[in-house]
Each structure stands twice: as structure tokens, then as C-alpha cells.
């Protein structure tokens, strides 16, 4: 197709948009907020595979002291510890800070505190093990020998913990992949419906050039490079309303598991693009679905 036919059907499809800019203000932001829908599903589903590749890359053990214990023993453990490969040291945590987080956490209701004779909570150091293999002995034979310490009251481990947390994350995963399609369908029999609206109003302009003998490919380029902008557009719409709304949430909420924070992170740019270019797809899509009953052989 030569050059010069694409830059007229181009600039067609840019006249016929601002001759019926209501329609097409309409039919975006239509598009744009079945898109919102699924984008906001697909940063949800991002966010579950996050949360298990960050428990997948990590295990932790974590260490109870009995009562204080002296500034030298715990340096000395950290010593030891910290020699062993793959091991790092996450934090020491005092009786006086755990009493004092615990405080931070209730908030108002910190008054329920103010009736303890002594502090009950343990002094704690949390370890890591990274890259850890769930079958490798080692960590099973760390705890066995902290927990016969004198320091030591009771050893931690995060591995049966994080096996039932994965467990429930992949049956997540599993339910939001089916749901994901069927929303995907949805918002496809949404899009196409509206871009037909857009169409049929110019069902008289379509009759005018196939009497005056246009070719069915002069008469379709336009509009179909018309509804892949209007797709684009309200693509782009939904994830800058995505964005918008994401910004708004993480300033103002925080969202925890028990006393873990929850790390809330954004759709990735190469996600962003392919969801782009598949709402112009769709835009595409709808209207050669639209157009189809006009030249039915």
C-alpha cells in the first residue's frame, strides 16, 4: 500500500474523530473504565505473585532470649551466626523496643500496658537465610543447636509458615487467573459493543461511499485506525486513573499483616505497554466486529 494512501487514511480517521468528538468522548471513556476494572485486577494479581516471589527468595529464624540478655552474648551469637554462608543478620530487637512497637501498634489502646508489672515480652534476633532450599538441613540444625543455648527460651523457623502462605497464594493465583479471563471477555464484549455504537451512528456515511464505489478497504482503514486510537486512548486513560488512584492510596493507607507491612508495588512499564497495546487491539477489533455486517459477502 502506497504511502500516500496511508497518511489519507490516517488523516481520515483524525477528521472523522473531531467531526464526532461527543461519540468518541464517550465511547474512551467507556473504554477507560471497563480497562480501569481489569487494570486494577492485574495490579491485584501483580502484587499476589510479588508478595510469593518475596517469601520465595527469603527465610527467616527467629531467635527468643530468656529474659535481657547481656550485650556480649549477643554479639558473640551474631558472631557466630553471621560466618555461617547464607546467613545475614536482620535486627536484635530489646525487650524495652518490643514492649515499646507493641505500644506503637495498639495505638489508643496502648493503656492495656500501663497494668503490667514487668514486660513479658522476649528480646529477639531475626536471621535470614537467603536463597534457602526448604529441604536443605542446615537452618532445621542452626535451631536445634540455638535451642540448647542457656541464652535461648524458643527458635522460630518461617519455613512451614511460608509453605502454608504459598500454598494459599498459588490456590490465589489459581481463582484470579480464571476470574482475570472471564473479566478479560467482559471488558472485550464491553468495548467492542461500545466502538459499535460509534460505527452504526455512521451507518449513512458508510451506504454514501460504497454507492459512490469506494473499495472496501477505503472504506474500512479509517475506521479502523479510528477505533485502535480510541482504544489506545482509553487504555491510556485507565492506567493514568490506575496510577492516579495507586499514588492516592499508598500516601494515605497502611496496609499490614498482623505487624508486617504490606510492600504494595506498581504495575511494571513492560505490563503497562502490553496493556496498552492490547486495549488498541480490542479498539481494532470492535471495529472490524462493527463494521463486519456492513460487508457481509
Known amino acids: 500500500m502506497k504511502t500516500s494512501f496511508i497518511k489519507y487514511f490516517f488523516r481520515q480517521a483524525l477528521t472523522n ?6 461519540a468518541h468522548l464517550l465511547g474512551v471513556g ?9 487494570n486494577s485486577f492485574i495490579l491485584a494479581y501483580v502484587n499476589i505473585n510479588h508478595w510469593a516471589d518475596e517469601m520465595g527468595k527469603s527465610l527467616t529464624m527467629t531467635i527468643y532470649f530468656k529474659g535481657q540478655p547481656q550485650e556480649i552474648e549477643v554479639e558473640e551469637l551474631k558472631s557466630e551466626l553471621i560466618n555461617i554462608q547464607g546467613v545475614t543478620i536482620n535486627k536484635f530487637v530489646s525487650k524495652e523496643e518490643a514492649i515499646r512497637s507493641l505500644a506503637k501498634e495498639l495505638g489508643d489502646k496502648e ?3 500501663k497494668g503490667l508489672n ?13 536463597k534457602a532450599d526448604r529441604e536443605d538441613p542446615l537452618p532445621y540444625n542452626i535451631k536445634k543447636r540455638l535451642e540448647k543455648m542457656d541464652i535461648v527460651d524458643e527458635v522460630h523457623y518461617s519455613e512451614e509458615w511460608a509453605g502454608k502462605i504459598e500454598a494459599i497464594m498459588g490456590a490465589i493465583k489459581l481463582i484470579g487467573s480464571v476470574l482475570g479471563g472471564l473479566l478479560f471477555l467482559a471488558t472485550l464484549f464491553i468495548i467492542t459493543n461500545t466502538i459499535k455504537l460509534t460505527v452504526f451512528a455512521r451507518e449513512n456515511e458508510i451506504e454514501i461511499l460504497r454507492l459512490v464505489g469506494a473499495t472496501n478497504v477505503f472504506i474500512k482503514a479509517p475506521f479502523l485506525i479510528e477505533g485502535s486510537i480510541q ?6 486513560l485507565a492506567l493514568i486513573m490506575l496510577l492516579a488512584g495507586y ?4 500516601i494515605r493507607a497502611d496496609f499490614k499483616i498482623g505487624f508486617a507491612s504490606l510492600d504494595i508495588v506498581f504495575i511494571s512499564p513492560h505490563i503497562a505497554v502490553f496493556l496498552l497495546l492490547m486495549s488498541m487491539i480490542i479498539g481494532l477489533l470492535g471495529s472490524s466486529i462493527a463494521l463486519g455486517r ?3 459477502a
Open 17 to 22: 474523530i473531531s467531526d464526532n468528538r461527543t
Open 30 to 38: 467507556t473504554i477507560a473504565i471497563a480497562f480501569l476494572i481489569f
Open 111 to 113: 493503656g492495656f500496658l
Open 118 to 130: 514487668e514486660n513479658p515480652l522476649p528480646a529477639s534476633l531475626e536471621i535470614v537465610f537467603l
Open 231 to 236: 482504544g489506545l486512548l482509553g487504555g491510556l
Open 247 to 250: 499514588v492516592t492510596v499508598m
Open 294 to 296: 456492513f460487508f457481509k
